[in-house]
């Protein structure tokens, strides 16, 4: 029985083994019988020439097949070749280099070739390419052919790509993360997405139907990069300067370039969130405790330093390096508070999407009192229609706080239509509201409406008249009172570019306000046809002018995150904002303060603008704002306020006025908004001997309007 049983095996073996392969080509066969050691058709794992049919009865078994690592059935002279199928490949499962260049095959599935590593099948008539199992494909040449698409998703070793002269209309390599060289020329596609090919050095899509490129990565291109005629070509989102310079190039003058058409990373890279809780109870951070928006967080490994802000109660760092990142809270009044970790470090030794978390704990370092204030002018004061201003007041101390906010206008030219909350009570030219419980870090709004009067009533405003606004908080003794008042002087236009940017302080400060705070608008309105999915900011900051660490977000009309990099890119993303076009509904805004350096003299001027990107349109860029330094303070903004200026400032004693016009009288506030003194003005000066040391709001009248200034007594 045992002998009957090995017969069996021994019988079923040999005819496993000697199991003849169907190729339904004949001419396919005829190339494989042709191998042998004097020809290079087919090679051994040692890579020498071998004859596929060993045992010479003109059929090729399967266990020849499986001594095939190299197999090439190209004509061996110069022409086509003959071979319109390969079917049978499927059993040289040991092929790791194919080649069948130069024939006139019609389809080729690979799918059972899981160790292939190159192959060649360009010049031939392919209309089907089947390749999803090679992963460990990394040469692939199909140029030539007629494929209309071709799926290489699951190629993630793919390093050489050539498929020019198709018919392809689309392409998909996200996973292609190896890929160094891609030529996809003459073909008919429309959009091509190398985000993730970050090793890329060599990219050619020339004579194509492109509309966008994405290419949001880190290639060096150090070899090539060409993308010529692709006149239909929109967009291509990058960050990459050669692509710039080719558009220029190639006169695609209706092309815009931008890298905002994703707001992660491209290719790999690693990420770090939290959440920052102030312990208001001071018993311990928790879930339960306060969750911190808008904080600014600053990530640093060795020279490299970026920054982020909180947004939907948590932050989120991408980082495309490995390291020791440390990463720390940025808050304005550091010294009032504790924070806990204090500058913990969170190490990445490889680059591959992990993602660590790292909370932080805000606690009190004792009681500190401060206010801040801030006026925002939302759209322009145009003659006869509404004017919409917001007031932001903040809570920057430890305690929790209560008081009132006082705001003035000039009633003669301006009428008040509403504000949201209600007054508390009202006057002329005066609105005021209680505040009560305002937390550490919370900020609130009030918004104001208010109708400016037409050239027809009575004062008339006309186009280049000044409006000028003050708001006041107030609450328990302040620790930084400077910070308690906003000054608003704002110019009547007739007509104004919805998309601009504007210093709160004017075109002019003086000496003592070097070094501190200036507060900057920037405004922006979608005029397109449909709504933006996705608003950028992005201001290059002039570090030589300004202290870019300084730089804190104060308010958007939307939800939007700031990140600062590069060391003066910032960049204002409204991600998902969906600005309608509409003209009721389609303004936006976002503000920001920062210090100048503290080293600006007189004469020296400060300037800035900005570029807003809405989806994948042409940037549009702002207006150009710049302030000067001067001894007196004097704004610029029209005839009005250029005649006039206040000097010294600071000033110890005697106040003078540099004016055209007379002044009437002038009336001295405090910075809680209290009315100190009302004179009469004589030789354009006003004796200030009697104020205190600090801050100081003089509101003069002359005969072309009013116009409200700060100076500091000394």
């Known amino acids: 029985m045992k002998t009957k049983i090995f017969?069996?095996?021994?019988?079923?073996?040999?005819?496993?083994?000697?199991?003849?392969?169907?190729?339904?080509?004949?001419?396919?066969?005829?190339?494989?019988?042709?191998?042998?050691?004097?020809?290079?058709?087919?090679?051994?794992?040692?890579?020498?020439?071998?004859?596929?049919?060993?045992?010479?009865?003109?059929?090729?078994?399967?266990?020849?097949?499986?001594?095939?690592?190299?197999?090439?059935?190209?004509?061996?002279?110069?022409?086509?070749?003959?071979?319109?199928?390969?079917?049978?490949?499927?059993?040289?499962?040991?092929?790791?280099?194919?080649?069948?260049?130069?024939?006139?095959i019609t389809s080729m599935?690979?799918?059972?070739?899981?160790?292939?590593?190159?192959?060649?099948?360009?010049?031939?008539?392919?209309?089907?390419?089947?390749?999803?199992?090679?992963?460990?494909?990394?040469?692939?040449?199909?140029?030539?052919?007629?494929?209309?698409?071709?799926?290489?998703?699951?190629?993630?070793?793919?390093?050489?790509?050539?498929?020019?002269?198709?018919?392809l209309t689309s392409l998909n390599i996200d996973n292609c993360n190896s890929l160094i060289n891609l030529f996809c020329d003459n073909n008919l596609l429309t959009t091509i997405n190398i985000n993730n090919s970050n090793n890329l050095t060599c990219f050619v899509c020339n004579n194509n139907n492109l509309n966008t490129i994405f290419s949001n990565n880190n290639s060096p291109f150090n070899i090539c990069l060409d993308f010529y005629n692709n006149p239909n070509l929109s967009f291509i989102c990058t960050s990459t300067f050669l692509?710039?310079?080719?558009?220029?190039?190639?006169?695609?003058?209706?092309?815009?370039?931008?890298?905002?058409?994703?707001?992660f990373p491209s290719g790999n890279y690693n990420s770090l969130k939290g959440k920052t809780y102030y312990d208001l109870d001071n018993n311990g951070c928790s879930i339960n405790d306060l969750t911190l928006n808008n904080i600014k967080l600053k990530s640093t490994l060795g020279t490299i330093i970026n920054y982020t802000t909180t947004i939907n109660d948590e932050y989120k760092f991408y980082f495309s390096n490995t390291g020791s990142f440390i990463i720390n809270p940025e808050i304005e009044n550091s010294l009032y508070f504790n924070i806990n970790p204090n500058n913990p470090t969170i190490n990445y030794n490889t680059i591959n999407f992990t993602e660590q978390v790292q909370d932080f704990c805000i606690t009190a370092n004792g009681q500190?009192?401060?206010?801040?204030?801030?006026?925002?002018?939302?759209?322009?004061?145009?003659?006869?229609?509404?004017?919409?201003?917001?007031?932001?007041?903040?809570?920057?101390?430890?305690?929790?706080?209560?008081?009132?906010?006082?705001f003035t206008f000039d009633d003669s030219v301006l009428d008040f239509v509403s504000s949201n909350p209600n007054f508390s009570n009202q006057s002329i030219g005066s609105l005021n509201w209680n505040f009560t419980n305002l937390l550490p870090f919370e900020s609130r709004e009030i918004n104001i409406i208010l109708?400016?009067?037409?050239?027809?009533?009575?004062?008339?405003?006309?186009?280049g008249d000044l409006l000028n606004y003050t708001a006041f908080v107030n609450g328990q003794l302040d620790e930084t009172p400077n910070d308690n008042i906003a000054i608003l002087n704002q110019i009547v236009v007739n007509s104004y570019d919805p998309n601009d940017k504007t210093c709160l302080e004017g075109t002019t400060i003086t000496t003592s306000m070097v070094g501190e705070y200036v507060h900057y608008l920037i405004r922006f309105e979608n005029n397109g046809?449909?709504?933006?999915?996705?608003?950028?900011?992005?201001?290059?900051?002039?570090?030589?002018?300004?202290?870019?660490?300084?730089?804190?977000?104060?308010?958007?009309?939307?939800?939007?995150?700031?990140?600062?990099?590069?060391t003066n890119k910032v960049e204002f993303i409204f991600q998902n904002i969906n600005l309608p076009f509409d003209d009721a509904n389609n303004d936006g805004y976002v503000s920001f303060k920062i210090k100048t350096?503290?080293?600006?003299?007189?004469?020296?001027?400060?300037?800035?603008?900005?570029?807003?990107?809405?989806?994948?349109?042409?940037?549009?860029?702002t207006n150009n704002y710049t302030t000067t330094v001067q001894n007196t303070l004097g704004l610029q903004e029209n005839d009005f306020i250029n005649n006039i200026s206040v000097y010294p400032n600071p000033v110890k004693n005697i106040l003078n006025f540099k004016i055209e016009d007379n002044i009437s009288k002038v009336e001295v506030y405090d910075i809680s908004g209290r009315i100190l003194s009302s004179n009469s003005i004589h030789e354009n000066k006003i004796d200030l001997s009697n104020l205190k040391t600090g801050n100081y709001i003089l509101k003069l009248y002359t005969e072309k309007g009013i116009m409200n200034t700060k100076i500091i007594k000394e």
């Open 109 to 167: 599935n690979l799918n059972n070739l899981s160790n292939l590593k190159s192959l060649g099948c360009y010049n031939n008539q392919l209309s089907s390419l089947e390749l999803q199992n090679c992963t460990l494909l990394q040469e692939l040449y199909c140029q030539n052919n007629q494929l209309t698409s071709l799926n290489i998703s699951n190629l993630n070793s793919l390093n050489y790509f050539q498929c020019s002269n198709n018919q």
């Open 529 to 566: 046809t449909a709504n933006a999915q996705n608003i950028v900011v992005k201001d290059m900051i002039d570090i030589n002018k300004f202290d870019i660490n300084t730089l804190i977000p104060i308010k958007g009309s939307h939800n939007f995150e700031t990140r600062i990099s590069s």
């Open 451 to 463: 109708n400016l009067n037409s050239p027809i009533e009575t004062p008339a405003l006309n186009s």
């Open 243 to 263: 692509y710039q310079a080719k558009v220029n190039n190639y006169g695609y003058v209706n092309c815009t370039v931008n890298p905002y058409c994703s707001f």
């Open 7 to 104: 017969y069996f095996i021994l019988t079923f073996t040999t005819f496993c083994n000697a199991q003849i392969i169907n190729f339904p080509d004949p001419n396919f066969k005829i190339r494989l019988l042709q191998s042998s050691t004097s020809n290079s058709v087919a090679k051994d794992i040692n890579n020498n020439n071998i004859k596929i049919d060993s045992n010479n009865n003109n059929e090729i078994e399967i266990n020849e097949a499986l001594q095939v690592y190299k197999l090439n059935i190209s004509p061996s002279s110069n022409g086509i070749g003959n071979i319109s199928s390969i079917i049978g490949i499927e059993n040289f499962t040991n092929l790791t280099h194919l080649t069948t260049n130069y024939n006139v």
């Open 368 to 406: 500190h009192n401060d206010l801040e204030i801030i006026l925002i002018p939302i759209n322009a004061a145009r003659p006869g229609f509404d004017a919409n201003y917001k007031i932001v007041y903040k809570n920057k101390g430890t305690t929790t706080l209560s008081g009132t906010i006082n």
């Open 597 to 621: 350096k503290p080293n600006l003299v007189v004469g020296n001027t400060f300037s800035n603008s900005a570029n807003i990107y809405f989806d994948y349109n042409f940037p549009i860029v």
